[in-house]
């Protein structure tokens, strides 16, 4: 034809001039020319075979014969596809069915069809509302019936109409050059012809039997499909004939994603599969499973209305699937209403719809039910019917559906409990009962797509599934030749890049759906959004009363005024439009912000919700940056005042200042919010030319030639208005213009009388037209809205006057809970992350869990915590305390991190006016003047936020940072800075010097001096004649070179690097072992979002570890990971010089800082948290008492079940294990550890020592702190002898018998012999830890006096280590022996009338105990009123689990007690605290504890007063000891006998004792004593 001569002329003339065209294109161009819908067919069948669309003549052949033998059917113009009607063993050619006019022909050649409509056909087909409502009663039921036996006979086709001959039935005897490969359908007697898709009626199915029923979620049989499709490797099409097959749509709960077979129509292809793996091993795994979009059909029996069903994010399983399955969760996140419950299981007090309901759409779709079943007819749909009828949306196909996603348990624990959510690992799909034997790629030819058909399908079922990690289809070889590009640069795109939108459309639909792949024409942002709305009093001068508040982590935010709330998901739709697609969005759980629009704007971009437990406003972080934004807002509008119906305009003024501040937030690195976001370096030249309401001419146009100028004032840049440099302006007029002819008034015209009247004038106008100017904003005017808070003082500031802070005293113990509302960093996963405190845990009944003590340490409270995106997760009380205590100084304060000062106020009232004080100056006592009353100062701090506080209060804090922001702002002159600015300005070299040097003065270390230059400690060594330091400084700089990136010659150091100064620190560690370590000046870099620290394992942890060792029979490892900070990357962008440590010919150059190095702010938290990640890669878990220690269950090869623990002390580990050499090993792989590993040591600076009592071969380990004594002896004998003295003569006892510290009148101590004393108190102090029991009470009582040594007190410590050297040997045994006690010394009483039902709480958290159990004793005893100066009483307390010591105590009491009974009480009291800890501890260890902890003391009236519930209690002021101690004893939580004091080991921690009496009790708990 000449449309087929002119495409091959014009590919002649192109390969004439050098262009050859592709053949591809050819078929491609020539396709996209056919428009005639009757041919739409002939271009699917084409589309379908790689050999036309690659061969532009054999297409060409195709095409022109299939439309010869389309023209010689007559078929009606609106068909697009052939019609046919079978019953079974007849020919598609000669037709007899119940239709009109039977057919003629027949055989292969495919005769004339029949004349006349296939009525059970027509009866069948979709109907529109009118059209069913014309239709009679009897009609109706002739539909159903028709309906009712398609539905028996599995298969639909399509009503046949007027035509002769079918399309489908072109056979062999087609045009020359046809290919019988391409969409063609044959008579059953061309069966025999392989490369013809045959036609065959369904074979009979037997009655299913109950058994049946009941199993066909696990069984369903296999059955051919009538007419096979022609396929492609890629998936499924449609032949020429339509086949419109029927199914059921199952709802599948435990089908994570929806899966669809044969029966449904498949419109795209996302080129995205997943692998379906079985539950069981036993059955193979079907990979490459393809996700596509698909279409169902369902007639809805009341109106024959026929639905389209759109199935978005399904699994196609082509003929290996029967029934559809349908997720509920899917569709319900979709909005889809899904009622599962059938109507007579529902509740009594809630009726049952039993059926799927689309709200926009008004439409439900009733459920039946198979069994226990829920399910709904449905059906193939035809293309008339997806091209015209009603569609309905089940589930989403634009935002990936993704079943693992933590974002589901995140909201429902927000709903729900706010339980912690624990990270769970990506599973494969699971399917039960699955045999099947798909055709291997390898055998199938791409020429023959009937090949693509399995050969045979046998019994599955797609039950439970799960599905794994879902690929990309697009290769790196395919995208290389795609695009014709190299294939390591097609992998390396493929890393860089994404494939989330592929569609892959294989049907000629007619009706144009809307593309919504929104996520392709927006950027995205890889940032967690938060939102919140903020209301506002008064109408703004554009009719808005409210704005939608968005910000996230790092200081961007953004906000859009609206006039209704139910505007929340159009600001939504506008911060994508003019920022991009957040990764998250968190707000609070009100309706505009969950549902309608706002749901569907983030199901259609893909953007994650999650939102905060309902009526807590402050979990949501967007409450804070709306303060900080309404109080800059406050401070423009005052300080110009702005007339407050502009409140809208100043804050998208003030949020554009904000986004394009550099300010000082780590996550920043030196950048503005705005290029951190975009990444985009912003232009603020917009912002640049003129100030917030600044007064302007407003050139118009409209009087030209001559422009007229009128007064305005200048209200921001008007974005989406014109080209750049376009403002808002307000004219006399009132209403805001955007205009680019603006200018601004000069400071001359200013001056002149002239135009400060129209001026005067213009704010005249404006006030009368807009109302009152802001004199002094107030921030209640802009106040957030909270559906349970009216009170607008929420949004003052909140350094509120004292009066209205509650008072302590208003609350009873109980209920003011200390740790609420605190800001720690806790644990999370592998990192150390801000959190908040934000309630307590409860139990199923609403009761809190846990017990209130005033010591947070033993706070057996759970507590819920809020981190920074929202997540909630739940920490016990004492590991909150742990990480408030690592965070604050000696006195118990929170460091704020000052950046700057940025604003100033006066009140008038209070501020002293100039005349009073000139006459205060000349008068008698000028003194009076100064005072800085009346004036507040605004300050900048670290993490953005800012604050007013007193003139006061500033200048005791930062006096040089406030004297210079004086200065610049010029009020050297107000009284209150006039007396002390110059003289703060003067002295400020001289503070900074003095700053420095207090920091010098800590020269000594454990008696070692310690250098503090390189230089210095090679003098050191020169002087002592050793290396102890040179060896140090060569050992870690060979270590740290790996930190370390050194530039080329010439090489410029990259853009965003900072230059901070290193250097080598020494120090000398537990062991005095010398050490020098390579740090950065990490007070030159940028200050953290938030402080970090790195915890370590408690001593008492340890001492379990080893009595753990012994009682579960396992072996102990250690090891020391190598430069650990090292293996983690760094966090900031840092550089530094090479010094001398590097060796001369590395001097001078500029290296860059690429690992954790010591010194930098968030080295810690990298190290801890990427040794964290490491053990919970290993299936270690943290433990909830003491973070630092990991476990995780083990058995042994006898069954023995017990836990496994690691101990992390920083960079020293320490396993448990049973087979303890295959978790080194699995540490060696991310680490290089220290000499390796071996059987421990020395840990903490003690000898491990193992140990065995007589002929008991069983092993129990030991600490020995022997050569830790000796090493200080040592260092002690060298320190005296530099002044000719020694220590005393050896000592039988600690410390002289007849000698009293507090009563010590010697000299006090100078400066450097203060530092000393510290020193050796720290020695002693950890010598105790380490086992020395025997020196406790002398340390402690020397201890008590650090702050003023005296001469003698240092004399008591030389006679300290006299005694030491005269027993330098001494170890402690954690011995795993059960002690015997008699059942006769601990009395039983019936508590319950007096506390009632109490019992020990059990954290509902705790890991089940393993292992064997462990028995706890305590010995308890007091001094009553040792010291002799306050007379308060000392408390000596001795904890053992097992024969093993765990725990001593020995501290002076805080309350002077009148008798030995209030004493003793009080350290029973303090006993019942210690032991409540150490059981929470080893409940949270998995351990098992058996009965209660047998307590011992030497007072015969306590322990009677504690055990007999008839005794009384005369002494009043004991009663919250006593009683603390009595529900201690009902709780069973502690039982008290008798002991002599002879025997109470307690007595050595209470009071110095003699020789032989010190010596006695030693050998009991301490072995080798010599």
Request: charged share 25%; hydrophobic share 35%.
């Amino acid at each position: 034809s000449s449309y087929v001569t002119i495409h091959q002329k014009a590919h002649e003339n192109l390969a004439r001039y050098g262009e050859p065209v592709p053949e591809l294109k050819k078929v491609r161009d020539f396709l996209d020319g056919i428009s005639d819908p009757r041919c739409s067919a002939i271009k699917l069948a084409v589309q379908a075979s790689p050999l036309y669309m690659n061969n532009f003549n054999e297409m060409v052949n195709y095409v022109s014969g299939a439309i010869d033998l389309l023209k010689s059917g007559n078929t009606p113009s609106t068909r697009q596809i052939s019609e046919i009607s079978t019953q079974e063993q007849q020919n598609i050619g000669g037709v007899r069915s119940n239709s009109r006019g039977g057919g003629r022909g027949g055989g292969s050649r495919g005769g004339r069809g029949g004349r006349g409509r296939g009525r059970n056909n027509n009866l069948a087909r979709s109907y529109s509302p009118q059209e069913w409502q014309a239709l009679s009663p009897e009609e109706r039921a002739r539909v159903f019936q028709a309906r009712e036996r398609n539905n028996n006979n599995n298969t639909y086709y399509r009503g046949g109409g007027r035509g002769r001959g079918h399309f489908g039935g072109l056979g062999s005897q087609s045009t020359a050059g046809t290919r019988n490969t391409s969409a063609l359908i044959s008579t059953e007697n061309d069966a025999q012809n392989d490369d013809v898709s045959a036609v065959t009626t369904p074979t009979a199915r037997t009655t299913d039997t109950i058994g049946d029923r009941m199993t066909r979620r696990q069984r369903l049989n296999a059955v051919l499909s009538s007419v096979r499709r022609i396929k492609t490797t890629q998936g499924r099409l449609f032949s020429s004939i339509e086949t419109l097959s029927s199914c059921r749509a199952e709802l599948d709960s435990h089908a994570d994603t929806c899966a669809v077979g044969d029966t449904a129509y498949i419109l795209e292809y996302t080129e995205k599969v997943v692998d379906v793996a079985p539950f069981s091993d036993e059955y193979k795994q079907m990979e490459e499973i393809p996700i596509v979009k698909a279409a169902f059909a369902y007639d809805d029996p009341a109106t024959g209305e026929t639905l389209i069903l759109l199935f978005g994010q399904a699994l196609y399983f082509g003929p290996k699937l029967k029934h559809a399955l349908l997720n509920p969760n899917q569709m319900r996140s979709n909005g889809v209403e899904v009622d599962d419950i059938p109507r007579f299981l529902a509740p009594r007090n809630k009726d049952s719809t039993h059926s799927l309901y689309f709200p926009e759409e008004n439409i439900r779709i009733p459920l039946d039910l198979d069994g226990c079943i829920s399910h709904f007819n449905v059906r193939t749909p035809t293309l008339h019917e997806i091209n015209n009828c009603t569609t309905l949306s089940v589930t989403n196909h634009d935002v990936e559906w993704n079943p693992r996603s933590l974002n589901f348990k995140e909201q429902e624990n927000a709903y729900e409990s706010n339980e912690a959510l624990l990270p769970s690992e990506s599973r494969d799909r699971i399917i039960y009962s699955m045999n099947t034997d798909p055709l291997s790629r390898d055998e199938s030819d791409p020429s023959d797509l009937t090949s693509a058909i399995p050969r045979r399908l046998e019994a599955i079922s797609l039950m439970a599934a799960s599905t794994g990690n879902r690929r990309l289809k697009i290769g790196a070889e395919e995208l290389s030749k795609k695009w014709a590009i190299g294939q390591q640069i097609a992998s390396d795109t493929i890393k860089a890049s994404t494939q989330s939108f592929i569609r892959s459309a294989i049907h000629p639909v007619e009706r144009r759906y809307r593309t919504k792949i929104n996520t392709l024409r927006y950027n995205h942002l890889n940032a967690i959004f938060r939102s919140d709305t903020m209301f506002a009093n008064l109408k703004s001068v554009a009719g808005n009363t409210m704005a939608q508040g968005f910000c996230t982590d790092f200081g961007f935010s953004k906000f859009i005024p609206m006039a209704r709330k139910s505007e929340a998901g159009y600001a939504l739709q506008e911060l994508i439009r003019d920022v991009g697609i957040p990764k998250r969005m968190h707000t609070d759980d009100a309706k505009e912000l969950t549902l309608g629009t706002w749901k569907k704007v983030c199901q259609e971009h893909g953007i994650a919700m999650s939102n905060t437990e309902a009526h807590s406003p402050f979990q949501n972080r967007t409450e804070g940056v709306i303060k900080e934004v309404k109080r800059h807002v406050q401070r423009f509008m005052s300080r110009t005042r702005t007339p407050k119906r502009l409140w809208d305009y100043c804050m998208i003024y003030v949020t554009d200042l904000r986004n394009r501040l550099a300010l000082p937030l780590p996550q920043l690195q030196g950048r503005t919010p705005y290029e951190v976001l975009t990444g985009n370096t912003p232009d603020i030249s917009e912002l640049l030319q003129f100030e917030w309401y600044q007064p302007i001419w407003i050139y118009n146009s409209a009087t030209f030639p001559e422009q007229k100028r009128t007064i305005g004032r200048w209200i921001g840049v008007a974005h989406r208005v014109g080209q750049a440099m376009c403002y808002w302006v307000l004219p006399p007029s009132g209403i805001p213009i955007a205009r680019t002819t603006v200018q601004a008034i000069t400071k001359e015209e200013l001056a002149t009388r002239e135009v400060l009247e129209q001026i005067r004038e213009y704010d005249i106008e404006i006030k009368s037209k807009l109302g009152q100017v802001d004199d002094k904003a107030d921030p209640s005017e802009l106040r957030l809205f909270f559906e349970d808070e009216d009170d607008d003082e929420l949004d003052n500031i909140p350094f509120e006057p004292e009066a209205r802070t509650p008072n302590v005293d208003d609350y009873e113990a109980d209920a003011y809970d200390a740790l609420l509302l605190a800001e720690p960093l806790l644990p999370r996963g592998p990192t150390l992350v801000p959190a908040r405190v934000i309630g307590r845990k409860r139990d199923s009944d609403g009761n809190p869990l846990g017990n209130y003590h005033s010591n947070p340490l033993l706070n057996t409270r759970i507590y819920l915590v809020e981190f920074d995106d929202g997540h909630v997760a739940e920490y016990s009380a004492n590991v909150i305390a742990e990480a408030i205590y690592n965070q604050v100084d000696d006195d118990g304060l929170m460091h704020s991190l000052f950046t700057d000062i940025i604003g100033h106020r006066k009140i008038e009232d209070e501020a002293m006016s100039d005349e009073d004080f000139t006459a205060l100056e000349t008068g008698q006592n000028p003194l009076h003047a100064r005072t800085t009353k009346g004036w507040d100062i605004c300050i900048q701090w670290c993490d953005g936020s800012s604050s007013w506080h007193p003139l006061s209060e500033i200048k005791n804090s930062f006096p040089v940072q406030l004297a210079e922001y004086a200065k610049h702002n010029d009020l050297q002159d107000e009284p209150a800075f006039r007396w002390w600015l110059k003289h703060t300005l003067r002295r400020k070299k001289y503070l900074l010097k003095a700053v420095k040097s207090r920091y010098s003065k800590r020269t000594h270390k454990f008696g070692i001096q310690v250098p503090q230059t390189v230089e210095e400690a090679l003098e050191i060594d020169r002087a002592t004649n050793t290396t102890f330091w040179f060896d140090a400084i060569q050992k870690e700089m060979k270590n740290v070179r790996v930190a370390f990136k050194f530039l080329d010659t010439g090489e410029r150091v990259p853009i965003g690097y900072k230059w901070i100064k290193c250097h080598l620190i020494f120090d000398v560690k537990m062991d005095f072992t010398r050490k020098a370590r390579y740090v950065a000046g990490g007070h030159m870099t940028d200050p953290p979002a938030t402080l970090t620290y790195s915890s370590v394992v408690s001593r008492d942890s340890v001492r379990i570890a080893f009595m753990l060792a012994a009682l579960n029979d396992v072996d102990l490892l250690a090891a020391d990971i190598g430069n650990a900070y090292l293996n983690a990357p760094t966090r900031e962008r840092v550089y530094t010089t090479a010094g001398l440590e590097f060796g001369a010919e590395l001097q001078g150059q500029s290296v860059l800082i690429v690992r954790a190095l010591y010194g930098l702010k968030s080295s810690g938290a990298a190290w801890r948290a990427h040794l964290a990640g490491t053990l919970q890669s290993l299936g270690f878990n943290s433990c909830l008492a003491d973070p630092d220690v990991w476990f995780r269950a083990a058995t042994k090869p006898d069954g023995f079940e017990y836990y496994e623990y690691l101990l992390v002390y920083v960079d020293d580990l320490l396993v448990l294990s049973h087979n303890p050499i295959a978790v080194m090993k699995a540490l060696e792989d991310y680490y290089r550890l220290k000499d390796g590993f071996e059987k421990p040591k020395r840990y903490l600076g003690a000898d491990v020592v193992e140990w065995r009592f007589g002929d008991d071969s069983k092993l129990r380990w030991s600490l020995s702190s022997s050569q830790y004594v000796k090493e200080a002896i040592r260092n002690v004998e060298e320190e005296l002898a530099k002044s000719n003295l020694r220590l005393p003569g050896k000592s039988s006892t600690p410390m002289p018998l007849n000698y009293r510290p507090e009563l010590d009148t010697s000299p006090l101590l100078a400066d450097d012999a203060v530092h000393y004393f510290q020193s050796q108190i720290s020695i002693l102090r950890w010598a105790v830890e380490l086992g020395r029991n025997d020196i406790y009470i002398d340390t402690a009582l020397l201890s008590q006096h650090l702050v003023q040594p005296r001469q003698g007190h240092l004399e008591a410590v030389y006679h300290i280590y006299s005694y030491l050297k005269k027993h330098e040997r001494c170890t402690m045994v954690f011995d795993d022996a059960i002690v015997e006690f008699s059942e006769a010394d601990f009395p039983s009483f019936e508590w319950t009338d007096f506390y009632g039902e109490v019992k020990e709480s059990i954290p509902p958290n705790a890991p089940v105990p393993r292992g064997n159990p462990v028995q706890t004793t305590a010995f308890v005893d007091a001094n009553h009123a040792g010291n002799q100066v306050t007379r308060r009483s000392h408390t000596g307390i001795l904890l053992y689990c097992n024969s093993a010591p765990i725990i001593w105590y020995s501290k002076a009491q805080a309350t002077v007690e009148t008798s030995t009974f209030g004493s003793e009480f009080v350290a029973l009291r303090i006993a019942v605290e210690l032991i409540e800890a150490l059981r929470y501890k080893l409940k949270m260890l998995g351990v098992p504890i058996e009965g209660p902890t047998n307590v011992l003391c030497d007072n015969k009236s306590v322990v009677t007063n504690s055990t007999e519930p008839a005794s009384v209690l005369k002494k009043k002021h004991n009663a919250i000891c006593y009683h603390r101690v009595r529900e201690a004893v009902a709780a069973k939580i502690i039982r008290i006998a008798h002991i002599p004091t002879g025997q109470n080991l307690a007595d050595m921690f209470t009071k110095p004792l003699g020789g032989c009496k010190l010596f006695e009790f030693c050998k009991k708990i301490l072995y080798q004593m010599g």
